[in-house]
């Protein structure tokens, strides 16, 4: 009874004909309605932060497949989770992750973890070990609900998305670029859609303020992906060299892994970063970019109405398309 | 695909034929078993502040229709929220509520708002601006779980018990009357059946302390609307006077407009109110006449045991109609 | 339409044979796919402490039978409640239990209530007002989701669990063992356990350290109740005798009715008992017992990691019997 184990915690976990077929499947899909193939199936979401869009798209796309979502609040609805192999319990966590996920593996089908804010250094955060360990000790596939380092269901929708505009994204000018946002935040979206849009061949630009580079090894990795498909990843470190001549824009603020641990220093770094900021002035360098953002956004600080609310802003459509991209991504792992 | 636009937000916005039509509706499929018009839908019901009776009449209201309820703790589940247009958002918010109504309405069918508690000076409050900037931006129906200003579910529920128990509305005497309660309270099912019974036509009597009048606009259109069908509003600053020869008594603490922004102010100047309580002496001077409440009550404060638990109580007849006539409003928006 | 009233909040509420028909129901539907014998029912379960097990598993069992599973949590997502009959409501409850009972017994065919954490003194929180309250008030079945008292819930799936193993229960030597938690527990799991094993004629050594007895009312009736069907309870004050020749060993933390409302003095004597833990040595002195415990577990201090994830541990089949046995439970209260 108990479905093959899939794990999807990274937009790396999706080989490129995997992805092209969940996205084939996604569009096919779209606005149409469904027979219940995941009737009876129960998903078990877990979130350890806020959230709108992914709680909200998760329980429509699970709902709409005839599956049950249920969504726990986990930091206050369930108890202390200790995290360390062999650790003994003896102060504040009241059950080991150990024993949740193997529990949890007996009611649901499958797991989702929602685990982004900052609880460590940056070496700590990004080994992201609450995700790790229910994947480790799950029986049943775990999906990121988006992490510190990644979030593979937003990236989905987002390619997805661009699809719908470009029909093949193989060749075309994607520019990624950081914006200001005054709160430290994580890196998910941008990491796993740099991977997705380097995998599918694009022609990748990433724009960032110096000291605000992604992850290494994510970036090494996106590049070789690039490379084995046509496309490439080039760096600049400014905003307006960045989206010159850009088919699609996509932006949103991340964190500085240098000042990771220090939140305070991270925002006086960012005081003078203040024209990262998407207005039409920016937009006019481009070639008629589409404009991306995966929410939630800071208006007149991330990007202004005029470009958030104009013609080739897709904010909501990729908002949408969490839906369908989900309910693939469902029907891949559980149907 | 997207059902007509229609904002339930106050209880004016139910045009008689409309709310008569809607009663029986609510009448006639009261405690039957009824197919799932709703299959395939979603509600999001966003709650600003505690509720056992809407949250859970609504769950069950759709749920027996079919439909999907996907219940949102806004405070902690959500982002926190913009509320000014074109604000530079560099505060404490992380979104706009223009792109979480925009957002939300790709994901569901209808939206309920439930804000009612006190975060600014009365002209603001009374303003409902969160309310009705959902309502503004987002493009599937919004409804008023409660607000500072209206209830109207839950005065669509109270004429429907109304009528159980005096067939026609038309004519009979109905005396609204403000009661003690240590708390400041919001104006949202006053203001909503006093409008509901004066277009329907009752004689209505308006009882409260001076100081405590309620909104001037909502009194005034009430007037206006019992007069056109052929009732009255009269207001008296007595219970006793206020109650004499009622058939129907209806009563619920509510805040003072005055002190709207100084609420230990209110609660001294209710030291003196405490003679506002609905007890046996006071249904005595009624001619026998239902007893009604939106609960919560505070029981020993706003009306004794006997009076609640008595036999013209239909206290839990008005909860118990929160889910008919809900069924019926949804059928009627969604349906 | 109103099913017949009855409460589940004790394991002393199932009878000897509604007991043995319980658990033959919930084998013989183990792992099967019902009918959706509950279709159109509603449960709503109010959780006034954290709950991983009981809210999952109910929630998933409710659904597999075609029920819906409404979860409140009740301290920040309803009214404070009033519990004492005929107060004068001047303080901080907005609502009477009562009303709220009431008002739910309209929507909902069944009623949970989970309330387990300390609030007063041994005799105030043994009494189990506000579960009580609900039983009391509530016009459809109220099932205790465990309490300072007892887990019903918990112990008909722990019964059904060694039944898998041992087949009959009668005469089997059945050790109850405390162990330690450097937190103040409840007594819950283990007083129902306890009266389960009792009634089903099991042979049961009780194991605790001096100063932590358990409820003595329990324990006569468990022992008059071993009696009536054969077996006996004895009651031992060392791990080591206590666990000697078991068949099956059960243990988990509770609380000291002595210093019950005085944790830290609980604590502190508590210090000198970290010799009360599983580990091979202890689980070598048994009959190659089975080892059970209720979750959640502080490894390393109440049982180390070779006996939870040992080869005779089945505390993961005891959560997942939970769902058998609550949905044999559910369809014998409302089916």
């Not at 609880?119 to 596939?141: H, I, M």
């Not at 859609?193 to 290494?216: N, S, Y």
Request: net charge negative; glycine share 6%; aromatic share 6%.
């Amino acid at each position: 009874m108990t479905p093959t184990k899939r794990d999807i915690l990274s937009a790396a976990d999706l080989g490129r004909g995997e992805l092209e077929n969940l996205l084939e499947l996604a569009q096919r899909t779209k606005g149409k309605r469904q027979s219940q193939v995941l009737a009876g199936r129960t998903l078990g979401l877990l979130f350890f932060d806020r959230s709108l869009r992914t709680r909200v798209s998760f329980e429509v796309a699970a709902t709409q497949l005839g599956a049950h979502c249920l969504n726990i609040f986990a930091d206050r609805e369930i108890y202390d989770l200790e995290q360390v192999e062999r650790a003994v319990m003896d102060g504040h966590a009241e059950e080991h992750v150990k024993d949740a996920a193997r529990t949890l593996s007996r009611y649901v089908d499958l797991l989702g973890v929602r685990k982004l804010s900052r609880t460590g250094s940056w070496e700590e955060d990004r080994a992201e070990q609450l995700l790790r360990s229910y994947a480790k000790y799950a029986d049943v596939p775990v999906v990121n609900l988006e992490s510190t380092m990644e979030h593979p269901c937003q990236a989905i929708a987002d390619v997805m998305t661009m699809q719908e505009h470009l029909t093949s994204l193989k060749g075309r000018r994607f520019t990624l670029a950081w914006s200001m946002n005054p709160e430290p935040k994580n890196m998910g979206p941008c990491h796993s859609v740099l991977q997705l849009a380097a995998r599918l061949g694009m022609e990748v630009t990433l724009a960032h303020p110096l000291g605000f580079e992604l992850d290494k090894d994510i970036v090494e990795q996106a590049s070789r992906d690039a490379a084995d498909s046509g496309g490439q990843v080039r760096v600049v470190n400014e905003l307006e060299a960045g989206v010159q001549d850009a088919e699609v824009v996509y932006t949103r603020s991340w964190g500085s892994t240098r000042y990771w641990s220090d939140p305070e220093r991270e925002i006086m770094v960012k005081r003078s970063l203040q024209s990262w900021i998407f207005d039409e002035a920016t937009m006019a360098r481009t070639a008629n970019a589409l404009f991306m953002h995966p929410l939630p956004v800071r208006r007149g600080v991330g990007a202004t109405d005029a470009v958030l609310d104009g013609p080739r802003s897709v904010i909501y459509d990729q908002a949408e398309n969490r839906v369908y991209a989900q309910k693939a991504l469902l029907t891949h792992l559980l149907g």
